[in-house]
Structure formats: structure tokens, C-alpha cells
């Protein structure tokens, strides 16, 4: 209350250089996902390099006989690709539609208390972990469709699939679901008031507007399916057959790295080396479907926040 | 362009500002000139992304008076009272050029400190924001932040009699602060600022948000205070102006150069103003002709 | 109202008069059922094959070739250790940087704009891929080894994205008056984020924090390639060879004979409890304390 007469001093008593101490320590913090990323990178590449100086990069990519650690060894990654997409086919057959139901379902059908319980009971299948969806896949469902009559083996694509679709689901419903109620109500009100019904209100004007965040949905959930490990370890099986018929065994890529990498191949050997070289393939397919799915998601917010 | 006495103009009316009063006190009032200047502002622009918002605006504040600004919405009131204590410096696209002198020293000097500005200019929002935290916690935060914790209990209870306000809250000590009403919340945020001892009160239309009970409480609040702090408050309301300011200044918009920025028209004794502007503009506004 | 006035019809079904509309409804709730369906069908599967085997012979035993006197119990101490020190390295790290990010980053700089994206694509990288990150630096690279501190750390950086995700949203949550408030007090900008910002936004970061950690805990492949996967026998320590529960029960599970199938079963009966344990406890911290702004 009382001024001083003279000079008045509004600098600090002593520099605040706790400030800037603290600010570095924050920016430190963030430094880490990016450290992350890095390490990612050099962990795959650095070694796959190294591993296509001995292996020819077309034959690797196109050669259809992968067996790396047999005595004769063939380093032909199709039929690991092949079966990766072949599991993912089959739970995005499921997944896709059943979570875009649901989503439409949860988004302009259910009454706002029913949505309150439903959408987090929805989150709780995205909670079980995939080991517990594994165990599921190989213990009940494989013999599930034996018992329906679909000859499948012990370890085969179809019940790796059809679970796996199940598992991601919720992720397909939930960001659907956001970009369908992100939709502003005059669209809705727009049509109801011409005397649609909300068949017509749903799929002709929620879903077309909702489009870029719903497809962008759809590519998450494929990310997801195509990097998933363990209900294909268990379930799926081990041998990297070139087969589009989901009754046999097949091996996804994560599934031949998990094994590979567990195992005692020794540092170094070329064998150690086919784990980054499919980790690299992995990674560089889930990058592109994720930089998809990014763009997409920044275009739905973009339209209506 | 401001214009003090002088010019003989047509005396008016304005409808719910009580004339004698004013004229009361223009008698009792000291005149401004021999009062002690807490801030001086020499041609004070105020730009967000280069756009001026306010433009080339002089004045002094004085000394345990309650100084107000009036004028339409969006002639930069606001912007211009957030320059007294630096908090356009939390908006990036904030631009200030001119001075603004404190008590002699420049506020935006090289070596001011804004945490430093801040402890003696304390400021009152338009909407109650008490911390979501017990009463005493808000009032404490002040002086906990400013290394002033020596008697915490006397001081949170001096500021909070000082806001008038501890009767009410002195058995509820350690309740929310958002058990409060609208007007005791606001209270609470001036015994907040008060409880850190600044120099001066800035009040941002601290009772636009308010029933008009409360508006009155803080109103009479403002008479007791300016004894001890100097006031200034931003205010859409003309007669709360004119019922409270010693003080007044009125800004307009003016979009001369094609942006919409604003400009302080007129600073006078209040009783002036509103009863003998000299601008037509003050004119226009204080008897509702526009604005 | 003229009495010749035509009948107006305005009777309609309950959700769309047309047979479409009804069948697109069900094939909606179909699509739920699904769902839900092989969620309790996954559950009362599990619980018929595990129940008898959740006593303490499973809690307190060591693994072993003899089914019946084959227990979980380093599995089980080695997930609840990985839990702890998840959440030790996670929260701080994950806090700072959504501090960082929300209250100090000028947003229109390139690298803060590359940092917040990074984040975003770390949040799709398979786990199996932090995985290889931990076989090539942890274990081989730096030498630490097949052990609990190396699980712990690649855990830690795979739940990070969430743990920031959520972090960032309660920051954004709490009101900009009241740091204008704070401010104008005469407050540094790190006493309004670490005694206004940050405690109220405290809850959200919990319950964010939470849920990272249940589905840390849950998460396999990682494990598997750091080398979780050896026979362990005897309880876990930091810089020990360990074996969590996620690997017991993929161990257990990979046996031909029925009954490891039931003692894998019976783990999963654990580790569903652990993880329904935390998201009750999420969500009840979520109701109880999350503030309306």
C-alpha cells in the first residue's frame, strides 16, 4: 500500500532461474517419445540393413518360400505377408460391419442411458488382453467350427481371424460412433423434418458425413489386426504356409518374430537378423495404414470442431 | 482525443444518474491535477496479429481514486486495463506500444519483472473465478506463492473482512469456494487480491455477472476500499460509473483507417462527464443516444 | 375442425413403420449382441475350465512339469512388480510431457507440432514392435539382460502415448480462468501448473494413468521377445530373469496336456480379476472425483 518515492524496482529479487531449470526438465520429459521413435528406427533398420546386404531385397520381398532357419534357407517373405493379411481379412469381416453397427447403433438408435452403460461395456472387450483372446481362439472356437462342420486344423486362420475381429471391434465401434456424433443434429433435424426415417436418416445422411472418420476407423482397426501377436501365435499356428484357405495353419509376421526373438538364435547370425527384417516390413506396413488413418481423422475434426 | 474542463457545454440529463449527488461531489472532490500519479499512459497501442484493437490512448491515473472506463462493446476497455498488470503478455498475439509509467518506473522496461508487476497491480475478473479449492486456500494462495506465509491466518482473515466478507465465511473456513454465491465468490476473489497487499485493484466488470443485491454489496465494497488502493474498473454499466467513479474515461471505436480499434475519447471528473461532456460523442453515449 | 375431414393416418411403428426399418434395428442390436455375446461366452468359458484350479497350489506354487503341483506364483509377483514400476517411470515422464505440451510449447513451432504427432503414431506402433526396441537395446545392446527392470522399461514406453493422451485432455479440461487467476496473483508459470493446473486436473490424470496401467499388465508379445519366457521358478527381483503372468499363461496354454490348458485357464481367471480390479477402480475414481468445468 505504501509507494516507494523514488525508483521503483520491478525486477525480480533474484532471477528466476528455477523457471527455466523446470522447463527443461518438461521439454526432457518430452524428448522421451521422440527418443522412442528413434530407437524404434535404428533397432529395425540398422540391422535389416545389415540383413539385405546378404539377402537380396527383391528376393526377399517377392520370394514365396520362407524358411530362414532351416539348413536350406529361403528368405521369401510373401507367404508371412500373405498370412498376416489372410488373419486380417477375416477379422476385419467381422469387425467392420458388426462395429459400424454397433457404432450407428450407439450413435442415432439408443437413449442417451442406455449409450451411457452400453459405450463403456464396449470398452471393457477392448480390455481383455490378446493372450486371453488366444487361449479363446484355440481352446473354444477352433473347435467350435470343427464342431460345425468346418474341417479346420489345429492351428488355422479362420478362428485366429473371426477372434481377432472381435478384439477389435471396439476400437472400429468407438471412433465411429465419435465421428457419427460429431455430426451436427440440424443435418439429422434437416431430414427427419422431410419425413425420413431413421433407417434413411442413418445411412444416408449420418454415415456419407461421417465418412472420413469412420474409414479412418476402419484403418485403425486394420493397424491393429495386422500388428496383433499373440491370438496368431496361439492360435494361427507357426508354419509360414503361401495358403489363402483359412482352415490351415499360417504364420503372420509378429507371429514369426515373437517366436524367432524368444528363442536362442545366436547375436548376429543372419537368423537373429530376419527378426528385424520382418520387424521392418511390420513396421513400415502399419506406418503407412496409420499415416492413412491420421490424415483422415485430422480431416473429421477439421469439418465440424 | 481527450478534453479536461473548460469548454462551456450544455448541461444533460441521463436517466437513473442521481445529479445531485454528482454535483456533491464535484464540490467535495479534491481536483484530479494535485493528486499523487500512480499510472501514466503515453500513447498506448494495443495490436493482436498487428491489428490495432486500441489506439494511441494518454492518461494518468491517480491515487486512492476509483477510476473507470466506459464506452461501447468492443472499443478495447478490456484490452486496456489488462495492460496495467502485463496480462496481455499471456496472449501470444499480443502487441503493446507506448509506456505505461508505474509510480515513475516504465511497466514494460527490460528488466520488469511480470510476476513482480503482478504482485502490487491485482486484478478482479468479470466472472467469479475462485480455485476450486477451500475458501482459506484461495485467499491463501497469494501470499503462499509470494513467499508471504508469516501470520496466514491474520492476513486471510484481514483480507477477507477488508472484502466483506468474513463474517459470512469465518465457520466454513475449509469448505469449497464453490459452495459460495455468484457475489460471495466475487468477494472472495477481491479478498484474494487483497490479501497479498497490492497497490492497486483492477476490476474487469466485476459485477456484470451479478444479481443486482450483490452489485450493490460490491459497489459499496469500492467506497471502502479506494481509502486504501487505487481503483480502476472497466464497467458496461454507465451508472454504475457514475455512482462509484471519481474518475472517468470513455472510449469509442473508431474505423477511420478500416479496423474497428478503439480510442479513448474523453477523461474527466465524473460529475463532467456525465453532466457536462465535451465531446458529443460522451454526449451521445452517456444519454443513450447511441451505444 | 370440419367433421368430413379425411382419416389421417399417423400411426407408424416404433422405430421406422417399414419392415426395412425394423430388420436394419435388429441387425443392428445384432451387431451389439455379437459383441457381448462372445465377451460372456469368452467368460463363463474360462471360469468352467479354470475355477478348480484357482487355489493356493496356483497362488503359492512354483511352475512345474507335474499339473498338479504347478503354480503361478513368480508370474504372478513378477506382474505385480512390472505394476509398480510401470506406474513409477510412466506417471512422471507422461505428466511432464503433457505439461509440457499443453502449458510451456509455443503450439506453432514445427517441432512441437512433430512431437504432438509423434506421439499420436507411438500410440499405433504394434506392441510387438517395442518389443524388438527392447531386444535391441535393453537386453543386448545396453546388456541389462532378460529381466524385470527391462520388462518394466518396455512396458513403460508403450503405455507412454496413452498415459500423455490422457494427461493432455484433463490439462485442457481445467478452465482458462483459472490460471488468468493464478497470474494475476503474481504467480510464476510454474506455480499455476504445479499447484492449480495440475491438482485439478489430478483426477483425469489418474483414472488416465489407471487404465494405461491395466492394459500394461495384460500385454504379452513384449515379454516374450525380451526373453520372459524362460522356466522360472523361484520369486523375481529387478535385475532377475522373470516371467510374468500374460507368459504363464501363453506357456501353459502352448502344453498339449488338458490339464496346463486348465491351469492356463485358472491364471486368466487371475489376471481378469487384477485388470477388472483397476478399471473398477478407474471408474469409481472417475465418478467420484472428476470436476464438471
Known amino acids: 500500500m505504501a509507494t516507494p518515492a523514488v525508483t521503483l524496482s520491478l525486477a525480480p529479487p533474484r532471477k528466476r532461474w528455477g523457471e527455466t531449470v523446470i522447463r527443461g526438465v518438461l521439454a526432457l520429459c518430452a524428448l522421451v517419445s521422440v527418443a522412442t521413435t528413434l530407437g524404434i528406427v535404428a533397432a529395425l533398420f540398422i540391422p535389416a540393413f545389415e540383413f539385405f546386404q546378404t539377402v537380396n531385397f527383391v528376393d526377399f520381398i517377392t520370394g514365396t518360400k520362407w524358411a530362414p532357419l532351416f539348413l536350406q534357407k529361403s528368405f521369401g517373405v510373401v507367404p508371412l505377408i500373405v498370412g ?92 465411429s460412433e465419435d465421428a457419427m456424433t460429431a455430426v451436427p443434429r440440424d443435418l439429422r433435424d434437416g431430414a427427419y423434418a422431410l419425413g425420413s426415417s431413421k433407417l434413411q436418416v442413418s445411412t444416408r445422411i ?33 508354419q509360414p504356409n503361401l495358403a ?37 516390413t511390420l513396421f513400415a506396413m502399419t506406418l503407412v495404414v496409420n499415416a492413412v488413418a491420421i490424415r483422415l481423422v485430422r480431416k473429421y475434426r477439421e469439418a465440424y470442431e | 482525443m481527450v478534453t479536461m474542463s473548460n469548454r462551456e457545454a450544455e448541461p444533460v440529463t441521463i436517466v437513473g444518474v442521481d445529479t445531485l449527488d454528482l454535483a456533491e461531489r464535484d464540490r467535495s472532490m479534491p481536483p484530479p491535477e494535485t493528486g499523487e500519479v500512480v499510472f501514466e499512459v503515453s500513447d498506448l497501442t494495443v495490436s493482436y496479429s498487428e491489428v490495432p484493437a486500441l489506439k494511441d490512448v494518454s492518461l494518468k491515473v491517480y491515487k486512492n481514486f476509483v477510476t473507470a472506463f466506459i464506452g461501447p462493446s468492443g472499443c478495447g476497455k478490456s484490452t486496456f486495463i489488462r495492460c496495467f498488470n502485463r496480462m496481455n503478455d499471456l496472449i501470444p498475439t499480443a502487441e503493446v506500444k507506448g509506456t505505461v509509467l508505474y509510480h515513475g518506473a516504465d511497466l514494460y522496461g527490460p528488466q520488469v519483472d511480470a510476476v513482480e508487476v503482478r504482485k502490487r497491480i491485482g486484478m478482479v475478473f468479470q466472472k467469479p473465478n475462485p480455485f476450486p479449492k ?73 459485477a456484470s455477472a451479478l444479481d443486482p443485491i450483490a452489485t450493490t454489496r460490491i459497489e459499496d465494497l469500492m467506497h471502502d476500499l479506494k481509502r486504501h488502493y487505487t481503483i480502476v474498473i472497466v464497467t458496461h454499466n454507465m451508472q454504475q460509473a457514475a455512482r462509484i467513479a471519481d474518475m472517468t474515461a470513455f472510449f469509442s471505436v473508431d474505423v477511420s483507417d478500416g479496423h474497428r480499434s478503439g480510442v479513448l475519447v474523453e477523461y474527466d471528473t465524473t460529475p463532467k462527464i456525465f453532466t457536462q461532456p465535451s465531446d458529443k460523442r460522451t454526449e451521445d453515449y452517456v444519454t443513450g443516444r447511441f451505444g | 375442425m370440419s367433421s368430413a375431414s379425411p382419416e389421417v393416418r399417423l400411426a407408424g411403428g416404433r422405430r421406422g413403420s417399414t419392415w426395412r426399418g425394423r430388420v436394419f434395428y435388429a441387425l443392428l442390436l445384432l451387431s451389439l449382441a455379437v459383441g457381448f455375446l462372445t465377451l460372456g461366452t469368452l467368460i463363463v468359458d474360462v471360469f468352467r475350465k479354470g475355477i478348480q484350479y484357482v487355489d493356493g497350489v496356483l497362488l503359492m506354487n512354483p511352475p512345474s512339469s507335474d499339473p498338479a503341483i504347478a503354480g503361478a506364483r513368480p508370474a504372478i509377483l513378477a506382474t505385480l512388480y512390472l505394476g509398480v514400476l510401470i506406474i513409477a517411470f510412466t506417471v512422471p515422464i507422461g505428466v511432464g510431457t ?33 518389443g524388438i526396441l527392447g531386444l535391441a537395446f535393453l537386453v543386448r545392446g545396453l546388456g541389462l539382460g532378460r529381466v524385470v527392470l527391462a520388462g ?48 485439478a486436473a489430478l483426477p483425469g490424470i489418474a483414472t488416465g494413468s489407471i487404465l494405461a496401467l491395466s492394459r500394461a499388465i495384460g500385454e504379452t508379445a513384449p515379454l516374450i521377445l525380451i526373453g520372459a519366457l524362460t522356466y522360472i521358478s523361484f520369486n523375481p527381483t529387478l535385475l532377475g530373469p522373470f516371467t510374468a503372468l500374460p507368459v504363464q499363461i501363453y506357456n501353459w496354454t502352448k502344453l498339449p496336456n488338458a490339464e496346463f490348458k486348465g491351469l492356463a485357464a485358472a491364471a486368466i481367471i487371475i489376471l481378469l480379476a487384477m485388470i477388472l480390479l483397476l478399471n473398477a477402480g478407474a471408474i469409481w475414481l472417475r465418478n467420484r472425483y472428476e470436476k464438471k468445468w
Open chain 1, 84 to 175: 498376416t493379411l489372410s488373419v486380417t481379412f477375416w477379422a476385419c469381416l467381422v469387425a467392420i460391419p458388426l462395429g459400424l453397427g454397433a457404432a450407428i447403433y450407439l450413435s442415432e438408435y439408443a437413449r442417451p442411458r442406455v449409450r451411457k452403460t452400453l459405450k463403456p461395456a464396449l470398452e471393457l472387450l477392448a480390455g481383455i488382453p490378446t493372450v486371453v483372446y488366444g487361449y479363446f481362439a484355440l481352446t473354444f472356437v477352433t473347435p467350435l467350427l470343427r464342431d460345425i462342420g468346418i474341417q479346420v486344423s489345429v492351428f488355422n486362420a479362420l478362428a485366429a481371424g473371426l477372434v481377432m475381429g472381435v478384439m477389435i471391434l471396439p476400437t472400429v465401434a468407438s471412433l
Open chain 1, 206 to 238: 449420418v454415415v456419407p458425413a461421417a465418412v472420413s472418420g469412420i474409414v479412418a476407423a476402419f484403418v485403425l482397426g486394420i493397424s491393429r489386426a495386422i500388428g496383433e501377436t499373440m491370438i496368431v501365435l496361439l492360435a494361427a499356428g507357426q
Open chain 1, 244 to 280: 489363402f484357405d483359412p482352415r490351415q495353419a499360417v504364420e503372420t509376421m509378429s507371429a514369426f518374430i515373437a517366436a524367432t526373438g524368444a528363442g536362442d538364435v545366436p547375436t548376429g547370425s543372419i537368423e537373429y537378423k530376419t527378426i528385424f527384417a520382418v520387424g521392418a
Open chain 2, 134 to 206: 477451500s475458501i482459506f486456500d484461495n485467499v491463501a494462495f497469494g501470499p503462499r506463492v509470494l513467499g508471504m506465509t508469516d501470520d496466514l491466518d491474520d492476513r486471510v482473515e484481514r483480507a477477507l473482512n477488508q472484502a466483506a466478507l468474513w463474517d459470512e465465511v469465518k465457520d466454513r473456513m475449509k469448505a469449497s469456494a464453490l459452495s459460495l454465491s455468484g457475489g460471495q465468490q466475487q468477494r472472495l476473489c477481491i479478498a484474494r487480491c487483497l490479501a497479498v497487499e497490492p497497490d492497486v485493484l483492477l476490476m474487469d466488470e466485476p
Open chain 3, 98 to 130: 503433457a505439461i509440457y505440451l499443453e502449458e510451456y510449447a509455443d503450439k506453432n513451432r514445427w517441432y512441437n507440432r512433430l512431437l504432438e504427432l509423434n506421439i499420436q503414431n507411438l500410440a499405433a506402433v504394434p506392441s510387438i514392435v517395442y
Open chain 3, 152 to 199: 518394466a522399461l518396455i512396458l513403460t514406453l508403450l503405455v507412454l502415448p496413452t498415459v500423455i493422451i490422457a494427461a493432455r485432455e484433463a490439462i485442457r479440461a481445467v478452465p482458462g480462468s483459472i490460471r488468468e487467476g493464478a497470474y494475476a496473483l503474481g504467480a510464476t508459470q510454474w506455480q499455476v501448473v504445479s499447484r492449480q493446473v495440475v491438482p
